[in-house]
């Protein structure tokens, strides 16, 4: 969709200007780095990341459907940093809820990776023996308070679908913002 709105207003200046490569220049920037009004809606900014925090108990395929609906992928916690500061989110609006990240072993058993980017899960943030894979079923990563006495958010794997204990709130995490700036001279 960038890509084609980029097409679009190169055609538009092109039209505008005549066919000069001195008349106009484009370039496209990761981030924001002109420091932009962003309307991130329905995103919220936390730190350098945009997360939606999907308020319906979905499987796992189903949470991911809703992320793509919005062109985002379930979250991926590149770092412990950015899992804290998610969490942190969470805590300071009272959240105590379960939510579904794109973690998985879906492709092979006991092997974790993130799916939006195939990276081995490294964190160190997973509940106490986790992840165990119960029953041979439990192949998708969530967060939450995994026990009665945790006191803190952390990883565990649960069944992906097919279980009614497995219906879980899902975070999604919106694709890195790029700048698009057109000069145009007279």
């Not at 081995?120 to 192949?139: C, F, M, T, V, Y």
């Amino acid at each position: 969709m960038l890509k084609l709105t980029v097409l679009l207003i190169t055609l538009l200046v092109i039209a505008k200007t005549g066919w000069t490569r001195e008349k106009f220049s484009i370039q496209v920037n990761e981030g924001n780095t002109f420091g932009a009004l962003v309307k991130a809606e329905p995103f919220t900014k936390i730190n350098d990341g945009y997360y939606f925090f999907g308020t319906e108990s979905l499987n796992w395929y189903e949470a991911y459907e809703k992320c793509r609906e919005l062109n985002s992928e379930l979250v991926t916690f590149e770092t412990d940093q950015e899992f804290d500061a998610v969490t942190a989110f969470l805590t300071a609006n009272g959240s105590r809820l379960t939510y579904w990240t794109s973690g998985n072993d879906l492709a092979k058993t006991g092997s974790h990776r993130w799916f939006t980017n195939a990276q081995r899960i490294s964190s160190l943030r997973w509940a106490r023996n986790q992840p165990d894979n119960a029953g041979q079923k439990e192949h998708c990563i969530h967060l939450g308070y995994i026990y009665k006495d945790s006191r803190k958010f952390e990883l565990n794997d649960r069944p992906c679908s097919q279980d009614p204990n497995s219906l879980f709130k899902y975070i999604c995490e919106a694709p890195e913002m790029e700048t698009i700036s057109i000069v145009v001279w007279k």
